[in-house]
Nanobody, 125 residues
């Protein structure tokens, strides 16, 4: 079993940058595909980004492509989401998720086995 704890969410101005982190427990972190999802007020949770077993395999939602970067540090059991050029519409609770798979990227919520509690990112004008 994997426990995930997100951190780093805060209030940031539009156009700014922020990095959120997700710390995972357990010795098999490197074998999980890791994803970030977000849920804005009044909206459904949506896929943001995912990384395979290594940082050479990543995938992004079109809405964040070119602005966000997902990465993982297997030695620290941590996955990061670097968010640049933040927009008002990026305001959401950001959730980290882990998928025990054969290494292929997952973009659907049902594919993920474990979830964190979320960290709130608010982008202000």
């Amino acid at each position: 079993q994997v426990q995930l704890v997100e951190s780093g969410g805060t209030l940031v101005q539009a156009g700014g940058s922020l990095r959120v982190s997700c710390a995972a427990s357990g010795p098999t972190f490197s074998r999980y595909v890791m994803g970030w999802f977000r849920q804005a007020p009044g909206k459904e949770r949506e896929f943001v980004a995912a990384v395979g077993w290594s940082n050479t395999n990543t995938h992004y939602a079109d809405s964040v492509k070119g602005r966000f970067t997902i990465s993982r540090d297997n030695a620290k059991n941590t996955v990061y989401l670097q968010m640049n050029s933040l927009k008002l519409e990026d305001t959401a609770v950001y959730y980290c998720a882990a998928d025990w798979s054969a290494g292929s990227i997952a973009t659907e919520m049902f594919e993920y086995d474990y979830w964190g509690q979320g960290t709130r990112v608010t982008v202000s004008s």
